[in-house]
């Protein structure tokens, strides 16, 4: 176990965006580590971190991945052939590239890195870092994985010792609460967040969902041929399970809403089970239980698509931890799928963001939040039932994940916080 010692809480102040904070920073050389674990969770937290910290003066990024096909998925352009490129003002390496990489960094050593949830270094750059012959300092800062634990206060700004006094360790934690981080409010996501030129969504009276209803944004800059009819639009994202309880609850919901429903299907781990869960489920049963919502089933959306989509639309089902930190953000009722780990510790991280939003429901609407949210996650319950619940009753949840939003948005930008920080420990011995 490696000691921690605390930087001082109060010194971390809650940044805004530079036109509003007029940060005047020095030259900042930041290398960012990234391995793709899940899926492209850990590359699309990197890739907006990246784009929100460019939006600062004076900062030159190095990026190093050891996926950068699922880099070039978020954001096309990228070229996942190349061990070394420059894109939108960066450097982008091959983690594996060591030869490529350790010219490169040997010409230009390292002054801070950002090593993301918990990835390791490269062999090459340890002996990099850790070589008696280099004498700067490299300072590591460990960008962990979103929780909204308490533990993420508890290690935010923690030191940590390593084999060399000239490469110093420090924990940042992204979370919920003033005393984390915060989340990455990139200019990108916050202009999403805007309602459209045109004004709001039709109004369509005598049911309070059909105000909700919208016809589906193009997607990649697709224009529809003939006018599309409003619909309530779900965006569906999850991991595999069985989604036949979640098909059941929509299409009780689909005959409650006063309007067309349709879901909208991302690509990912969990399209496949859904997609064949739908069809089931329009083959075995009976003409007056099929469903009667509509499936469209989604291309892959590069990142700022993604955002977009989002933020149009009224209900998700959602993972991932960039996913998440969008839904948070986005303001409307929305349904985490949390990453399954052993003995269902995925339970714990639930109930943790469900804590955190306790304040924000009424008692009533919250266990309707909480017994869909857990359920859904594999805890004991009816998930039909469950999920049911939830769906009805979300005119009236809608002001609550809205007051939700509202109180991250007051955290501060995590991008703004980093070069407060990184600036600030630059400049200690």
């Not at 590239?97 to 090593?115: G, V």
């Not at 990835?119 to 909204?148: Q, S």
Request: charged share 20%.
């Amino acid at each position: 176990m490696e000691k921690t010692s605390a930087v001082n809480p109060k010194e971390t102040t809650r940044s805004q965006k530079p036109e509003q904070s007029g940060i005047s920073a020095p030259f900042l050389d930041v290398t960012i580590l990234c391995k793709v674990v899940d899926n492209f969770g850990d590359i699309g937290v990197v890739f907006r971190l990246s784009r929100s910290l460019s939006d600062f003066p004076n900062i030159s990024l190095r990026i190093i991945t050891d996926n950068l096909r699922a880099f070039s998925l978020l954001s096309p352009g990228i070229n996942p052939g190349a061990d070394e490129q420059f894109f939108n003002g960066w450097q982008i390496f091959n983690w594996n590239a060591s030869d490529a990489c350790l010219s490169a960094f040997t010409k230009n050593p390292p002054h801070l890195i950002i090593e993301c949830f918990q990835c390791g270094r490269p062999e090459w750059l340890d002996h990099l870092l850790f070589n008696i012959k280099i004498p700067n300092i490299a300072r590591i800062i460990m960008l962990d994985y979103l929780t909204a634990e308490t533990y993420a206060e508890t290690f935010h700004c923690l030191k940590s010792l390593t084999r060399s006094a000239r490469v110093q360790k420090v924990n940042f934690m992204p979370g919920f609460t003033p005393k984390t981080g915060g989340l990455i409010l990139d200019r990108q996501f916050l202009k999403s967040l805007q309602p459209d030129k045109g004004g709001a969504c039709p109004s369509l009276p005598s049911n309070p969902l059909r105000s909700f209803a919208c016809p589906l944004p193009p997607l990649l800059g697709d224009t529809p041929k003939t006018p599309q009819e409003p619909s309530f639009n779900i965006l569906f994202f999850s991991y595999p399970q069985n989604h036949t309880p979640v098909i059941n609850a929509i299409q009780t919901f689909s005959k409650n809403a006063g309007c067309p429903v349709k879901v909208l299907l991302a690509q990912g781990a969990g399209f496949d089970s859904f997609k064949s869960a739908y069809k089931s489920a329009r083959e075995e049963k009976s003409p007056s239980e099929k469903p009667i919502f509509k499936l469209t089933e989604l291309p892959f959306l590069p990142q700022t698509d993604w955002d977009a989509l989002m933020c149009k639309t009224p209900l998700l089902f959602i993972r991932g931890e960039d996913s998440l930190s969008r839904a948070c953000l986005c303001g409307v009722p929305f349904i985490w799928n949390a990453y399954p780990q052993s003995d269902d510790y995925q339970l714990v991280k639930v109930q943790a963001l469900l804590d955190r939003m306790r304040p924000h429901f009424p008692p009533e609407l919250f266990e309707k939040t909480e017994a869909c949210w857990l359920t859904y996650n594999g805890a004991q319950g009816n998930l039909n039932s469950a999920i049911t619940n939830f769906l009805l009753s979300y005119a009236e949840l809608r002001p609550c994940f809205k007051d939700f939003s509202r109180s991250l948005l007051q955290n501060g930008d995590l991008a703004a916080n980093l070069i407060e920080f990184m600036i600030k420990i630059s400049s200690q011995p």
